[in-house]
């Protein structure tokens, strides 16, 4: 019973030194109904048993679905070298390592990450990564709070509802006022953001493209906001940065990003890592982990942690966060994909993917009673009004292997008919005018 560690008479000498009768005995001052209610386990299985059950688990999985889904995760493909260079023993702990420059390896792929994050958002610095987008987005608010010493957020509706539950949940215990500019059917209210922000703001955050996929210059936006000297804090979509007005070119103090999109796997919700990069003002402001390109003694190039303002290195009242844990192993993925691909193979990524949106958009709109949200211009992803229910036409189709897109009505009020759908080149035109054709007959 090799599994077993302890005999009946070995818990029987235990329980009596604690003072106790029972094993149940230890848990008494858990109200019963939140109990185990039992601690006998099944019997162990074995190895191949395991294996066929698991497997039977797995195949009810429906991996056969055409996905139309956005939202914010999408499904490019990863080249299979990613895998393959990522999967070798040198990166499997990959997490920052607290005796760090003995490890110049680790330090040098941050490094090249930071890099290529700059250069892509157009940004002066980058940290290490956080968790995920939406902790990003904590974090870069957070990061204006300080710098500004205020309190007050200006948010657009049209930012992620994934990120701005994100948002309140994380801030619930502060003191923090939130100003939330509403929509204009799935467009960003510029002016409105303009108007809210006053002498007591700290940020204005936005997305571009917007949770709607609409597309958006916020350069006078963000010049308006230094007048009043508030930030501007903006979450964006890496790979259609490589086609878009960047963060740096609008004149963004804080920039952050969901990096899924850049080799990683929908892997059924992550794990993902959060990109942050801002201006020079601002990098002591930064959370997490920054590493830094030296010489040493004799003049040979080295890595050292440049800044480290987490909990366990300075005091904890001093940290600028206690939970931003860097996603190395993810970020190195990141790194990787975007190495493999280059400027040019990006720009061909976006520029596929907003292809076969586009004609998607085309076939779609033609079917008589379903048009656009909005007639502003969008990248791969796009919100469409149905003559019928969103969720009934998604529940139609996945009937027939295809996953249309995100019911709006979900995450907005009077927005059960919309249907936010989203293409990246993985998506074949064939596909595109099956899920029209389909969508055409259910109406």
């Known amino acids: 019973m090799p599994f077993v560690p302890h005999t009946q008479e070995d818990l029987k000498a235990m329980l009596d030194v604690i003072g106790v009768t029972t094993m149940e005995d230890l848990f008494a001052d858990i109200p019963a109904n939140m109990r185990p209610k039992s601690f006998d386990l099944p019997e162990g299985m074995s190895e191949m048993e395991v294996c066929s059950y698991f497997e039977e688990l797995a195949g009810k999985n429906r991996t056969d679905l055409v ?3 956005g939202a914010g995760f999408y499904d490019h493909h990863i080249p299979k070298a990613v895998d393959a260079l990522i999967s070798r ?3 499997y702990t990959a997490y920052t390592p607290y005796q760090p420059e003995s490890s110049q390896g680790t330090l040098q792929a941050i490094f090249e990450f930071q890099t290529a994050v700059c250069r892509l958002l157009d940004m002066d610095a980058s940290n290490a990564s956080v968790y995920d987008g939406g902790s990003a987005i904590f974090e870069a608010m957070m990061m204006a709070v300080r710098a500004t010493k205020r309190n007050k957020i200006v948010v657009s509706e049209a930012v992620s509802p994934i990120y701005r539950t994100m948002l309140t949940s994380y801030t619930s215990n502060l003191n923090i006022e939130f100003v939330t500019v509403p929509h204009m059917d799935g ?3 510029i002016e409105g953001l303009k108007a809210a922000i006053d002498d007591k703001c700290a940020a204005v955050v936005v997305q571009n493209p917007n949770f709607f996929g609409n597309v ?4 006078e936006l963000f010049a308006h906001a ?3 000297k508030a930030l501007g804090v903006i979450s964006v979509y890496p790979v259609m940065q490589s086609v878009l007005k960047t963060p740096g070119e609008m004149g963004a103090d804080i920039t952050v990003a969901e990096g899924q999109s850049l080799g ?5 919700g992550g794990p993902y890592l959060g990109i942050m990069a801002c201006t020079e003002k601002l990098v002591r402001q930064m959370p997490g982990r920054i590493v830094g390109r030296t010489e040493d003694l004799e003049g040979r190039t080295g890595y050292v942690l440049t800044l480290q303002a987490r909990e366990q290195h300075i005091r904890r009242a001093k940290a600028t966060s206690n939970i931003c844990s860097n996603q190395a192993l993810c970020a190195l993925r990141a790194l990787i994909h975007m190495c493999l691909l280059g400027p ?3 720009i061909r990524t976006a520029e596929l993917s907003m292809e076969r949106t586009h004609y998607l958009a085309d076939r779609l709109t033609a079917i008589p009673g379903v048009e656009l949200l909005n007639d502003a211009p969008f990248g791969n992803e796009v919100a469409i009004r149905l003559p019928i229910s969103a969720f009934e036409a998604v529940d139609k189709l996945v009937e027939r292997g295809f996953v249309a897109g995100v019911p709006l009505g979900r995450y ?3 927005m059960d008919d919309v249907l936010l759908v989203a293409c990246t080149e993985k998506h074949t035109f064939e596909q595109v005018g099956i899920l029209a054709e389909m969508l055409g007959g259910i109406l």
Do not use: I
């Open 412 to 414: 907005y009020k009077d």
């Open 264 to 268: 990683q796997p929908l892997s059924f």
């Open 216 to 219: 958006n210059d916020f350069t």
């Open 344 to 346: 040019e193979g990006l």
């Open 226 to 228: 230094h007048e009043k």
């Open 67 to 69: 996905s139309f889904l």
């Open 89 to 91: 023993g040198e990166f």
């Open 187 to 189: 467009m960003t209210d």
